[in-house]
């Protein structure tokens, strides 16, 4: 069971309120209301002992705003032929105040978002068929459609969570993308959205208590490789507090595990704290009084994990220098005239470059040794 919570958000502007004239509707969903038992106590203790039908009216709308912006489908309450037909219903006495806040409001929101993307059969889509919310909740329960639902209302909650994260990149390159959660709809997407699906506790269904517990104890860190996002060593989260060093299905929990497989990576993230502290200070204040000392997280770092903090990135080996017997291609770069010299060595192609041309200069051309049998 589920009741609408006027008291903790802004109520948005009515849609039915406006759209209702009619004093016979209007008298009719009055008398609704005062045999609803199902209606918010104190919504209706508001209104006090005599409330006159327009603030009756304006209540019934921003009531069914809320349920409506608050399906697991998205928010549908500026569609209209909703709210119109509850309303109808409501005042029919087919429906009460729960059936519309609890499986009601779902169920439309499923209905729309089958619907929008083409995936209900041909007898489901015209929405003026339907009598009344069962018909809809039988519907959509069907086991046609359960998978996609499911899909869809995934695809939904990593949305709202997008939409709400707070975190900061610290490393952020062709390989690694390291950043900070500042809340729970950061780890949560960190989890679900991008590559391996991971099973990190601080963004599980649950999370919210898991974040709050190990954030107030000092920075949680996620971890990126986007050479293998896909893999379960693609995804690391780490929270020094706790010795925690764990891989994406946390099968693998170990400081020498991740110095092996990111080299250098810890320097990095160490100096990516080092060079936001400003940063990481000010996003943490909600969550513990004047933000993270970043000092100390940078010294916790250090001290847990000191294979990964004393790993180096290995160091690209010098490209060397084409040479060797055989047929050169020679370009002049300012022209792009090209020309095909066979020479002992480079050194041996430009001076015979000399030879037949003696006031050029060697800094305006490219040698580039051709494979044998190359035309």
């Given at each position: ?6 008291n ?20 009719m ?41 608050r399906?697991?489908y ?57 009598k ?5 909740q ?11 639902l ?69 920075p ?22 706790t ?16 110095a ?38 940078i010294?916790d ?26 047929t ?38 490219t ?6 049998g190359?035309?």
């Amino acid at each position: 069971m589920r009741t609408a919570d006027l008291n903790d958000q802004q109520l948005i502007e009515a849609n039915v309120a406006a759209k209702i004239k009619d004093p016979k509707t209007i008298k009719m969903l009055s008398i609704a209301m005062r045999h609803d038992g199902t209606l918010p106590r104190a919504a209706v203790a508001k209104l006090g002992p005599k409330p006159d039908e327009q603030a009756i009216l304006q209540l019934w709308s921003e009531m069914l705003d809320n349920s409506l912006r608050r399906t697991d489908y998205g928010d549908i309450s500026a569609d209209g032929k909703f709210d119109d037909w509850l309303t109808r219903l409501y005042i029919n006495g087919m429906v009460d105040y729960e059936d519309i806040n609890g499986e009601g409001g779902d169920a439309l929101g499923a209905w729309k978002a089958l619907s929008i993307r083409n995936k209900l059969k041909p007898a489901h889509q015209d929405f003026n068929k339907f009598k009344n919310l069962r018909q809809i909740q039988t519907i959509v329960r069907d086991s046609d459609y359960r998978r996609e639902l499911d899909r869809i209302k995934d695809a939904e909650i990593i949305e709202k969570h997008k939409r709400e994260k707070k975190e900061l990149s610290i490393v952020d390159d062709e390989r690694y993308l390291v950043t900070i959660p500042f809340n729970y709809g950061a780890c949560y997407t960190f989890n679900n959205e991008m590559g391996y699906q991971a099973s990190f506790c601080t963004g599980s269904s649950s999370g919210l208590s898991w974040f709050n517990r190990y954030a107030d104890d000092g920075p949680v860190i996620s971890v990126i490789d986007k050479s293998n996002a896909d893999d379960v060593n693609g995804k690391w989260q780490i929270h020094a507090p706790t010795n925690q060093i764990n891989n994406g299905n946390q099968s693998v929990r170990s400081d020498e595990k991740f110095a092996e497989l990111f080299p250098g990576l810890m320097k990095k993230i160490v100096a990516g704290i080092q060079s936001n502290a400003t940063e990481i200070k000010k996003g943490s204040v909600d969550i513990v009084p004047g933000g993270y000392d970043t000092e100390a997280a940078i010294a916790d770092l250090k001290k847990r994990f000191p294979l990964s903090f004393a790993s180096e990135e290995p160091k690209a080996e010098p490209e060397q220098e084409q040479d060797g017997e055989g047929t050169w291609l020679v370009t002049h770069t300012p022209s792009g005239r090209t020309a095909r010299i066979e020479g002992e060595n480079k050194r041996d192609v430009q001076q015979k470059l000399l030879d037949r041309h003696p006031n050029v200069n060697l800094d305006d051309f490219t040698f580039e040794l051709q494979p044998p049998g190359a035309q």
